[in-house]
């Protein structure tokens, strides 16, 4: 079973360009979470996308955006990137079933995203 | 709104010492998960556990306990016999099971554990 990929592994982007993150989910999994993580702080919820649809958003502004495709993998959009987006960007993915909350997330190694 | 307090930033033990991470949580609702993750350098988040509002049952699995109190609003991970190996950020983290939300994680900010040769 393959575990959640994410690539690029690392990224270094100049202020004001745009950037685009992927992620393929667990085999199995339909949901798919993105999660910012600044140095030495905890991740921070992005966005939740279940089967192609977003299904929750964290406190990001609108330049933060997403899909999700029909084979459950998903892309995160950054647009006009400032300094302060440097962070890792975690993606989750979990099977999307029984109740609500219930579902464990589980990690990709993460996309190190510097802003210059 | 949900939160979860990591009190704990740094941890220093020597190897086969044991250590307990303290996790504090805040929630209005009556159903929810906790989780423990760990981050070792490499970056990438390690389930450790998950466990529902319904089951205070503690947990034990090899070298690693759980200790979960409501009364308290505790979430406390003991490593017994600690080794180099657990040198790593651990992650409390909170889901509510809130009809109609995302399945979110709320993390606390970490404890960075270092375990000494």
């Known amino acids: 079973e393959t575990g959640v990929t994410q690539s690029p592994t690392h990224l270094i982007k100049t202020r004001g360009q745009q950037v685009t993150l992927r992620c393929s989910s667990q085999s199995g999994h339909n949901t798919v979470s993105w999660y910012q993580q600044a140095l030495g702080q905890g991740p921070q919820f992005i966005f939740q996308y279940y089967r192609e649809e977003e299904n929750g958003r964290g406190n990001f502004p609108p330049r933060f955006s997403g899909l999700q495709f029909p084979n459950y993998s998903s892309e995160l959009n950054v647009n006009a990137l400032e300094l302060d987006d440097s962070a890792l960007y975690l993606c989750?993915?979990?099977?999307?079933?029984?109740?609500?909350?219930?579902?464990?997330?589980?990690f990709g190694p993460g996309t190190r995203l510097t802003v210059l | 709104a949900q939160k979860v307090t990591q009190a704990q930033t740094e941890i220093s033990v020597v190897e086969k010492e044991d250590v307990t991470l303290d996790c504090v949580y805040e929630t209005r609702d009556t159903t929810y998960y906790l989780f423990w993750y760990k981050q070792p350098p490499s970056g990438e988040l390690v389930f450790l556990i998950r466990?529902?509002?319904?089951?205070?049952q503690n947990e034990i699995s090899g070298r690693y306990s759980w200790n979960f109190q409501k009364s308290t609003s505790s979430f406390n991970f003991t490593i017994t016999a600690s080794q180099v190996v657990d040198s790593a950020v651990y992650f409390c983290a909170l889901s509510e099971a809130a009809t109609g939300s995302a399945r979110q994680l709320t993390f606390g900010s970490g404890t960075q554990l270092t375990v000494l040769p």
């Open positions: 989750a993915s979990s099977p999307g079933t029984g109740v609500l909350g219930t579902d464990t997330q589980y």
């Open positions: 466990r529902n509002s319904f089951d205070e």
